[in-house]
């Protein structure tokens, strides 16, 4: 349990819910999502909110055994936000009245304008001169009678009740989603409600480290801490903390498995163990890896390969490690946010490509995971707070399986080699222009197709590739990044020149859907 404030948001399934979480925790409150099936008057008690908010959801109020929150929230003296239907919700529960659907719902952009009467909730808000703020609004029922004690403080065309209050309580209830982007002064409203709520913005990371630190060594003790280490912002993060609060009872293990960018291992083991002193063991397992998936061109049978020997080869140094009781995994908050499923109970979300899964049952292990209250944005806080170079927080994801799913077809140690050159000079051109963190993720695959082309006086036969770079938000869909083309035009130049093997760039303007972002 942390020493912050903490605010309760109670999950009705919204899509958006992550969203209000993540708003909150920018202005510096601790907040944590829960299903409201889990949210009982004992886990209230445990809780001790400071403030709640009601999420939105898909279902409609008017239905019997709809999802309600307890009846003890409104008695806790605390401020609640109902939004969306946690407003229907709140004004039911409280002897309002709510109707379904009938006819058209109203889903998208509308505009409200306040009524006469000012509320703090509201600070900041209608003062661009148009009287009216945008808020982005999806619901089918609305509130027909609003409960007694509250008051309408703004109105929209189809939601006559868009800001209701009870000042005396201290429950608001908007119609509209203030969480999302298309609310553009919503951060704002938020804002103004956890002052009145009395949050002090006392989740700062600087505070955050101390404490995660003192709490792994209560975890820990002196028991010895293994952690795979890939070079990815999660695992180094974690394995700067860890490191942070035990220091040599941490070893992580780096998997070499040949499929790794240009200098990438030495970069990584040179900085971990070289420049921050922290035990690492170098596995160098290249012909094993190499050895294995040689003559095997399916994506997933890549995958497989890949997956097993990597637990295998962990497994192996693990086991050499004397003492060890502890995994460290660099678990984030979105992957143990436990998400409101309408067909059985709440439903855990799991990475499905974790590294090491499986692997601390069958080794005996206890999980120790320190970032398992932080969303990604505060993890590469928490990186820069621990002094991690800023070129390793703001990397760009990279596979587990590397370079094999950048190879189309048969991976061969020759055209890994040129893969790497050609990568190494399309992120140095990215780098260059000032491009790299505008792109979610950059890179090159080489095609299994070999080209003519004439250099010099000679012809060529060589391998062609594809260059790779997209916009996202969390990998799920993309965006292909609209170079210029004469950024194309100099990056194709200079891999042609720079990179013997390649005779041929072309860009990749797939989104994803249809494409995904790798090749593979
Ligand atoms: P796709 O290609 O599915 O990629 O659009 C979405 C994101 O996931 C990464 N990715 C993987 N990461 N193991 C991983 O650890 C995998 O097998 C894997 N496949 C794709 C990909 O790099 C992108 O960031």
């Known amino acids: 349990m942390t020493q912050h404030d903490r605010l309760l948001i109670i999950d009705f399934g919204s899509q958006?819910?992550?969203?209000?979480?993540?708003?909150?925790r920018e202005l510096d409150v601790f907040c944590e999502i829960h299903p409201y099936q889990n949210v009982t008057d004992a886990f209230l008690d445990a809780f001790a909110p400071k403030a709640i908010i009601f999420s939105g959801g898909p279902d409609s109020v008017t239905r019997a055994g709809s999802p309600r929150p307890p009846k003890k929230a409104y008695e806790l003296g605390v401020p609640i936000l109902g939004i969306c239907y946690g407003q229907q919700v709140m004004m039911q529960d409280l002897g309002g009245k709510v109707e379904a659907r009938h006819g058209s719902a109203e889903f998208g952009r509308a505009y409200v304008t306040p009524s006469d009467d000012r509320i703090d909730l509201l600070a900041g808000w209608f003062l661009d001169g148009t009287g009216r703020e945008q808020v982005w609004m999806s619901h089918g029922d609305h509130v027909s009678e609003i409960a007694p004690g509250f008051e309408v403080y703004a109105t929209s065309p189809g939601a006559p009740f868009a800001i209701t209050a009870d000042l005396n309580r201290r429950f608001y209830a908007v119609q509209f989603h203030p969480e999302v982007h298309h609310t553009p002064n919503?951060?704002?409203?938020?804002?103004?409600?956890?002052?009145?709520?009395?949050?002090?913005?006392?989740?700062?990371?600087?505070?955050?480290?101390?404490?995660a630190i003192q709490k792994i060594r209560d975890q820990v003790g002196d028991a010895k801490v293994i952690c795979a280490l890939s070079g990815g912002v999660d695992s180094s993060v974690a394995a700067a903390l860890l490191h942070e609060a035990i220091g040599d009872q941490l070893t992580c293990v780096f998997v070499d498995h040949g499929l790794l960018r240009l200098n990438e291992a030495e970069e990584v083991v040179g900085m971990f163990r070289d420049h921050m002193n922290l035990r690492v063991i170098h596995a160098q397992e290249q012909d094993l890896f190499l050895g294995e998936l040689e003559g095997v061109s399916d994506p997933e049978t890549k995958r497989k390969i890949i997956g097993k020997l990597f637990i295998d080869v962990f497994q192996k140094y693990a086991d050499d490690i004397e003492g060890a009781r502890f995994l460290a995994q660099g678990t984030l908050y979105p992957d143990v946010i436990e998400s409101v499923s309408f067909s059985g109970g709440p439903s855990v979300t799991i990475k499905s490509h974790h590294n090491v899964g499986g692997l601390p049952e069958k080794m005996g292990l206890k999980l120790v995971e320190p970032l398992r209250e932080l969303f990604k944005d505060e993890v590469r806080v928490l990186g820069r707070e621990l002094g991690l170079p800023a070129s390793f927080i703001g990397r760009h994801p990279f596979p587990g399986p590397g370079l094999a799913i950048r190879c189309p077809g048969e991976i061969t140690r020759e055209k890994l080699d040129i893969l790497r050159k050609a990568d190494a000079v399309y992120i140095d051109q990215i780098r260059k222009h000032g491009l790299y963190d505008e792109i979610w993720q950059a890179f090159v695959a080489i095609l299994p197709v070999r080209t003519v082309g004439v250099m010099g006086d000679g012809r060529t036969y060589d391998y062609a590739c594809a260059l790779r770079a997209v916009t996202s938000v969390d990998g799920m869909t993309a965006d292909y990044y609209p170079f210029s083309h004469d950024f194309l035009g100099e990056t194709a130049t200079r891999i042609i020149n720079e990179v013997k093997g390649i005779n041929r760039c072309t860009y990749d303007i797939t989104s994803k859907p249809p494409g995904t972002i790798e090749w593979e």
């Open 16 to 24: 958006v819910t992550q969203l209000i979480a993540r708003r909150l």
């Open 186 to 211: 919503g951060r704002t409203l938020y804002e103004n409600f956890i002052r009145d709520a009395g949050f002090t913005g006392d989740w700062t990371m600087g505070a955050y480290r101390e404490e």
